[in-house]
């Protein structure tokens, strides 16, 4: 059905290479980490774009950065509604949005 997920052209620390990954293809290889936690660490570390996500699959990427990669703080910057639940989740979540920042933030700032 799918390919195996093992054998990646590249590790996380290979700076020649980028990815662009979709909601959908994220969701595959989070759901599948368990079998191969190389692959979805690796993605994780090189993946510069994430297009096409659900606000449930923002919100597991956030979370999956936190766990996953390197133990770090990770900041997320939205500009709608649909962005408030990985806002939340973010270590530093910064709405650009108006008339929804208090929804996503415990303060609110116009400055």
Known sequence: ??????????????????VAL??????FL????DNDMFAFKSVLA???VFARMSPDDKA????????????QQIGMCGDGAN???????ADAGI?????E???AAPFTSKV
């Open 83 to 89: 962005d408030c639940s990985a806002l939340k989740t």
């Open 22 to 27: 979709t909601g959908k293809a994220f969701k």
């Open 1 to 18: 059905m799918y390919p195996p997920l093992g054998g990646l052209p590249w590790n996380f620390k290979n700076s020649e290479v980028d």
């Open 46 to 48: 090189r993946a510069q």
């Open 101 to 103: 920042a208090s929804i």
């Open 95 to 99: 709405s650009l949005s108006e008339s």
């Open 30 to 33: 989070e759901k599948n980490k």
């Open 60 to 71: 597991l990427l956030v979370s999956s950065l936190q766990n996953h990669y390197l133990d």
